[in-house]
């Protein structure tokens, strides 16, 4: 399968006589011409909308049967008002995105677990996984669960580290991550961070506020003067917002015959373009399609 | 090996007498101390010193041995000052910034081959592979070659879609890129690309002043307004500038224990901030270090 030519494809078709060949379609005109069954809206409470101070939105899917702990506190946070004024401050190139957290030197409000369990991991049991179908690096099972990517020993399961993925920011003690400090991934997927970290949702929508902002000079990429910092309007749970103002998503199911052709489409390109369809794909450049609700 | 946990090699450790355990370095520590011959320089003629008009450098290393119409074509591009005043004209997040090509609506220079051959892959013959050690979901083997990431299926070789890797755009038929129109890799590594696109080097420094560009709005990306474009001072070869104004850089040898010991610390991370290293690497996780020469 891996080296299978799109000319042999061709050839097959003339030779049965079938009328000339149609291009297959890309991933992109799966994913605009799946039926609405193919979609599932995210619900209300676990949208997060966070605001810059320049207006420009980022809307961010809350991921709460795999990390309970951290989103209940990202929710009573968010509520709390506690994000709003905070700062993005650490823009790390081909790595992360930063905000909030301990340089905002302001209090948690009352009710924040400020020890979280290591929500790293869950156990796989109830969780059905669509196989990937090519090897991955990092696990012995990778595919995609409830929407979004996972990895897999087979007993435990786990958010995997791609493109958009928002996690929590600790320090060297693993349970010191309370959901104050988020990151979002904004380059190759850094899936050691996998099982080290907790995984909390992902962007859906607006990533490039965030993703082409000035790299900080900082070590690690933080922004070395206050003036560098990029302020945040608020950040709000989108039930929260009156129904008129509030934005709708919705993610491709995972465990459909639309994302099944459109994962066959992202490991073998048969688009014009392609001469070589590849044969296989990496997890993280499966991105899980997501829009605007219609 | 996948899931040894780092408390066992501290047991391990404590159990034979020795004395407290050291924490194992971080791959950025293995790269800082790695010795002279660990690396090699860049030779001036392999490199390309891209200047925006806003004086930010970008330094590309051009990759002969995989590519040499087109790396051919890039040089006499470069020298003819045909880049000179061309522009960014598509930044797409997760995907490619791209610059030159049709749209500067410039005629080529001559000597320039305006077909070359498809340069997708070479003969695996001669070319020692240094193993990723670790499966890849794209091609049977993976793993590095004279300081770049590489695929092969044992009888051809050829460069690895990973982050700041440098290509050629094309149109539909595959050899209608002269190497006027280039772009390179800002997001999660698009393999699927291997293979069906010329790759002629890589971005060492300065990715930032492209990863960092506003968003295009258009289809895949492109601006939609000359006014949006970026424009490009310059692109020399570095090999044409006076010794004196002559960046140098190095890239690390893939072949010798430096690497190795990078190539296996990024696979098991076991610096204080990791509770579970993972045990395998994808190839595009594992940038090859380079540096200024100092």
């Known amino acids: 399968?891996?080296?299978?030519?799109?000319?042999?494809?061709?050839?097959?078709?003339?030779?049965?006589?079938?009328?000339?060949?149609?291009?297959?379609?890309?991933?992109?005109?799966?994913?605009?011409?799946?039926?609405?069954?193919?979609?599932?809206?995210?619900?209300?409470?676990?949208l997060l909308i966070l605001t810059l101070a320049n207006g420009a939105r980022v809307a961010i899917e809350l991921a709460p049967d795999f990390a309970p702990v951290h989103v209940a506190n990202i929710r009573a946070l968010a509520r709390a008002g506690w994000f709003d004024g905070a700062n993005v401050v650490r823009v790390q190139d081909n790595y992360v995105v930063q905000w909030g957290g301990a340089d905002e030197a302001k209090p948690l409000p009352p009710g924040i677990v400020t020890h979280p369990p290591a929500e790293y991991e869950r156990s796989a049991k109830g969780l059905a996984i669509t196989p990937l179908g090519s090897p991955?690096?990092?696990?012995?099972?990778?595919?995609?669960?409830?929407?979004?990517?996972?990895?897999?020993?087979?007993?435990?399961?786990?958010?995997a580290h791609c493109y958009a993925m928002v996690g929590v920011g600790r320090d060297m003690p693993p349970d010191t991550g309370s959901g104050a400090e988020l990151y979002t991934?904004?380059?190759?997927?850094?899936?050691?961070?996998?099982?080290?970290?907790?995984?909390?949702?992902?962007i859906v929508d607006g990533i490039e506020a965030?993703?082409?902002?000035?790299?900080?000079?900082?070590?690690?990429?933080?922004?070395?003067?206050?003036?560098?910092?990029?302020?945040?309007?608020?950040?709000?749970?989108a039930a929260d917002l009156p129904?008129?103002?509030?934005?709708?998503?919705?993610?491709?199911?995972?465990?459909?015959?639309?994302?099944?052709?459109?994962?066959?489409?992202?490991?073998?390109?048969?688009?014009?373009?392609?001469?070589?369809?590849?044969?296989?794909?990496?997890?993280?450049?499966?991105?899980?399609?997501?829009?605007?609700?219609?």
Chains 1, 2 share one sequence.
């Open 136 to 159: 991955d690096a990092y696990a012995p099972q990778a595919g995609f669960a409830e929407g979004w990517p996972v990895a897999s020993d087979g007993r435990s399961a786990w958010l």
């Open 210 to 237: 965030l993703s082409a902002l000035p790299r900080g000079t900082g070590d690690l990429g933080f922004y070395e003067k206050p003036a560098e910092h990029v302020p945040i309007r608020n950040v709000r749970v």
């Open 185 to 202: 991934v904004i380059g190759q997927a850094p899936r050691h961070l996998d099982r080290n970290i907790a995984l909390v949702g992902r």
């Open 243 to 294: 129904a008129a103002n509030r934005p709708r998503y919705e993610v491709m199911r995972t465990d459909g015959p639309s994302f099944a052709a459109y994962l066959k489409a992202r490991a073998n390109r048969r688009d014009p373009f392609f001469v070589r369809p590849a044969g296989g794909v990496a997890l993280c450049n499966v991105p899980v399609p997501t829009r605007r609700a219609p």
């Open 1 to 46: 399968m891996r080296t299978l030519p799109f000319a042999a494809v061709l050839s097959a078709v003339v030779l049965i006589g079938a009328a000339p060949p149609v291009a297959p379609p890309s991933p992109g005109e799966i994913v605009a011409k799946a039926p609405a069954a193919a979609w599932r809206v995210i619900p209300p409470e676990d």
